[in-house]
């Protein structure tokens, strides 16, 4: 069964970390891009980080660079997002997905349209 699953989400406070990973399964994710996305209430889904299968070049959203760092394991066919100095404007479901991820700087704008796999999503707080 093909199947990309999400954890570590939860809530933190302004000024914290957390680290998701998206692990998978019948996918070999080091064969395609992979792209992290998040849908907060209200607001379309944008791209927030994606990582090259060819050289893992990381691209980010202009929101987040500087502060969020998409990594890959591909011994452990797991894509990693960690995320320091959380805001609370970084409230959101997250999603990882994969295939058909235009990785570049323009990932902000890319809402996943195209991708065939998709994780279930983290929530993810960050309130005082």
């Known amino acids: 069964q093909e199947q990309l699953v999400e954890s570590g989400g939860g809530l933190v406070q302004p000024g914290g970390s957390l680290r998701l990973a998206c692990a998978a399964s019948g996918i070999r994710l080091r064969l395609y891009n992979i792209g992290w996305f998040r849908e907060a209430p209200g607001k379309e889904r944008e791209g927030v980080s994606c990582i ?7 691209y980010y959203t202009a929101s987040v660079k500087g502060r969020f760092t998409t990594s890959r394991d591909n ?25 058909l991820i235009p990785c570049g700087p323009a990932i902000g704008t890319y809402r996943g349209q195209f991708s065939r796999y998709w994780g279930q999503g983290t929530q993810i707080t960050v309130s005082s």
Request: overall charge negative; hydrophobic content about 30%.
């Open 52 to 58: 090259t299968s060819i050289n893992s070049t990381t």
């Open 75 to 99: 011994a452990d066919n797991t894509v990693y997002l960690q995320m320091t100095n959380l805001k609370p404007e970084d409230t959101a479901v997250y999603y990882c997905a994969a295939d």
